[in-house]
């Protein structure tokens, strides 16, 4: 099998990006196939004295096969829980989408037969302004690299109008959605299967599997089907 990498974005930020993609990862993992992760902006990240640390970035580079250090899998880090160009400017600083592309090269030089970027917040997340004063993106990352698409969709009200929008400013992008998860935020969402049904349909995208309000992803395994995203 060639090497895959796939770019996970969601329809919001807590959404669940990062269980999916622990799941996805050991999905992959249960086939025999090696894993890497790369989250490459992480905001809201713990002092610690190895240095700043994200839950979700610890619990990927947990889920991934191949052995990475904690900067090779989140490179660009923020204590603050906002929106990241924000934490940057309260720093001082810019975000380079070359930093992200030289990291994310680095991985894929990893070989590992999966990688899964996990991207922040939603799909037009703000990186701040260039060094020349444009506007950047953390989609402009995924569309330079021409990365497959995994969609998050975060069952709540409100989703079908966010997972609608999201998937046609991806495909406006040029990007192919290789797949979208419902992903469930409540155990008691009403009209749960009817709101699926109506994803089903109105996405017309391979759908990999609904996975019900969880304790581990490990147990999202048994509602996920992977085995499209391999082909």
């Not at 969609?151 to 979208?180: F, K, P, S, Y």
């Amino acid at each position: 099998m060639h090497s895959k990498t796939f770019f996970i974005t969601g329809t919001d930020t807590e959404v669940g990006k990062t269980f999916i993609s622990q799941a996805l990862l050991l999905a992959f993992n249960a086939r025999g196939l090696s894993t890497a992760a790369y989250k490459p902006v992480a905001a809201g990240c713990e002092e610690t004295s190895q240095g700043l640390r994200n839950n979700d970035a610890l619990l990927l580079q947990a889920a991934s096969s191949v052995s990475l250090s904690y900067q090779e899998l989140n490179p660009i880090a923020f204590v603050e829980p906002v929106a990241p160009h924000l934490a940057a400017q309260q720093r001082q600083q810019k975000i380079s989408l070359q930093d992200i592309s030289q990291g994310f090269e680095h991985l894929q030089n990893k070989q590992a037969d999966v990688l899964l970027v996990e991207g922040a917040g939603g799909w037009r997340l703000p990186l701040g302004e260039t060094e020349s004063g444009k506007q950047q993106f953390l989609s402009d990352f995924a569309i330079e690299h021409k990365l497959p698409v995994i969609l998050v969709v975060g069952m709540r009200l409100g989703c079908l109008n966010h997972a609608l929008l999201t998937a046609e400013v991806i495909q406006h992008d040029g990007l192919q959605i290789v797949g979208w998860v419902a992903n469930q935020l409540h155990g008691d969402m009403p009209y749960l299967q009817e709101n699926i049904a109506s994803l089903t349909d109105l996405l017309s995208l391979p759908f990999i599997g609904s996975v019900p309000k969880l304790a581990s992803p490990q147990g999202a395994l048994e509602f996920l089907d992977v085995s499209s995203l391999l082909t």
